[in-house]
């Protein structure tokens, strides 16, 4: 891509509109340049084949269309299929494609790295080295996209990969704004949940932002003790606070907020801990996602046995709270948050998918 050629990946549709204007050319060409690239997913001009020849020579040489590309590839055995994507600076970022009956999930990172190392999460031990753009992340669900055949079409997005979303605020609201526009992706933010590990001002920046996303917050503990163990984002952002944050956030029509909780044996998955989240959780329309931790031998912690994860989650069932327990998927391909990387920097098991 030459220096000076704008990245249409990363461009909203009335950006792409003002560009091709400002090139003196109708508007209705950027509207239609959108759409080859976000809808159709073409990747060249030479692609774009209802732009004229001498159109597209003319763009050439300032408008390109970029895209990570897969530097790994993984499937499980129950279908989860696992990438590892190269971006233009030679870093590499994590996305998932999780099938399940009625749905296709895509599982996308927004950081390469992040800086808040919780204990129990391999991203956290890399450390934080860059945000995401719009267009790596608007690339990586289309570049995922690319890789399903073609009658099949992501239908919900998490973004619950590498990295901290509310962080890279500015860029992830870019890009799920274009991907959500119906000319372009066309996902309904009903399908998308953004996952937090409970930065309370993004938050209140997401609620005001009304993009409609789904919420999801990560609070793994029921004691603000535990929990800045778990995640040092707590010492900031309490529990008390965290969670007034979580009441104001506007959620249309019978939707609910997420909590998620990975169980940690002997950590936070008592009895008692389940009778405390009863009592946080009190008045927040809400589910639980319990999440069996996936361990590595990086990580301190180990998983909770099955049976105290199913008593956990009869506690809150007892007490008319909704939790489902993760079935965890691609367990033999290093499915976990950061561990496609974490293996690929060791050198470790071969590609095979
Ligand atoms: N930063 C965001 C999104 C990335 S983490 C957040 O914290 O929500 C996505 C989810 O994976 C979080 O719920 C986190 O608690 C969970 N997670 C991280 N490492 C894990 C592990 N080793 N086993 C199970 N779940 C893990």
């Not at 909203?12 to 997913?41: S, T």
């Not at 992830?172 to 309904?188: K, Q, T, Y």
């Not at 998955?269 to 008045?283: I, N």
């Not at 008593?311 to 998927?329: N, Y």
Request: glycine content about 8%; charged content about 25%.
């Amino acid at each position: 891509m030459s220096g000076t050629a704008w990245d249409l990946t990363g461009l909203l549709q009335a950006e792409v509109e003002a560009l091709m204007v400002g090139l003196g050319l109708p508007g209705y060409r950027g509207r239609q340049i959108f759409q080859w690239v976000q809808a159709r997913r073409a990747t060249s001009l030479e692609t774009m084949t209802s732009l004229s020849r001498q159109l597209r020579a003319e763009l050439s040489s300032r408008v390109a269309v970029s895209r990570p590309v897969v530097a790994r590839a993984q499937r499980a055995t129950d279908g989860t299929r696992k990438f590892l994507f190269g971006l233009h600076d030679g870093e590499e970022i994590e996305s998932v494609l999780i099938p399940d009956e009625d749905r296709l999930t895509a599982c996308i990172s927004t950081q390469v790295g992040c800086p808040l190392a919780c204990r129990f999460c391999l991203t956290g031990l890399m450390g934080m080295r860059r945000n995401l753009t719009a267009a790596e992340i608007v690339g990586e669900v289309l570049l995922l996209q690319d890789q399903l055949e073609a009658a099949e079409r992501i239908s919900n997005l998490v973004l619950m990969g590498m990295g901290e979303p509310l962080l890279n605020f500015p860029q992830v609201e870019r890009a799920l704004r274009i991907l959500c526009d119906p000319h372009g992706a066309n996902f309904s933010a009903r399908r998308i949940t953004l996952s937090t590990a409970g930065h309370g001002p993004g938050i209140k920046k997401l609620a005001e932002s009304d993009l409609g996303v789904n919420l999801a917050v990560s609070l793994n503990a029921t004691t603000d003790a535990v929990r800045d163990q778990l995640m040092p984002i707590n010492k900031r952002w309490p529990i008390a606070v965290l969670l007034e944050a979580c009441r104001a956030y506007p959620l249309p029509d019978r939707r609910r907020l997420t909590f998620e909780y990975v169980l940690l044996d002997g950590v936070n998955d008592s009895p008692d801990d389940a009778k405390r989240l009863v009592r946080l959780l009190r008045g927040i329309h809400c589910k639980i996602n319990l999440i069996p931790f996936n361990a590595t031998p990086d990580l301190p912690d180990r998983p909770s046995p099955r049976e105290r994860i199913d008593l956990f989650q009869r506690v809150l069932g007892d007490a008319r709270l909704t939790a489902t327990i993760r079935e965890s998927r691609g367990r033999d391909i290093s499915a976990a948050c950061g561990m496609l990387r974490v293996e690929r920097e060791r050198g470790g098991p071969a590609p095979s998918g």
